[in-house]
């Protein structure tokens, strides 16, 4: 089995910054894709950033220029830069990672999530 576990949420003023991570364990032969995607009250759960195995990233329109992904490959954890934080960032964040298991099959996993609010 599989866990992603999410940190470094938290309540942040709008212009400031906040990085959160996230870090795979259990039994893991590799990861492909990992990524960022959050969900607001009301709304549906939208991509917010991912990164490849080899470091190619896709940012949503919303946060480019403002937000960085980065991982970590040997200690199976990515990481998002938040800066220039807006209140419409205010969502749960969630971690998201298509890892190959020992029996080298591939799924798609989620965390719980971490509160991100950005106050005006």
């Known amino acids: 089995q599989v866990q992603l576990v999410e940190s470094g949420g938290g309540l942040v003023q709008a212009g400031e910054s906040l990085r959160l991570s996230c870090v795979a364990s259990?039994?893991?032969?590799?990861?492909?894709?990992m990524g960022w995607h959050r969900q607001a009250p009301g709304n549906q759960r939208a991509l917010v950033a991912q990164i490849s195995r080899s470091g190619s990233t896709n940012f949503a329109d919303s946060v480019k220029g403002r937000f960085t992904i980065s991982r970590d490959n040997a200690k199976n954890t990515v990481f998002l830069e938040m800066n220039s934080l807006k209140p419409e960032d205010t969502a749960v964040y969630y971690c998201n990672a298509d890892v190959w298991s020992v029996t080298v099959k591939l799924n798609n996993y989620w965390g719980q999530g971490t509160q991100v609010t950005v106050s005006s």
């Open positions: 259990g039994s893991i032969l590799g990861i492909e894709t």
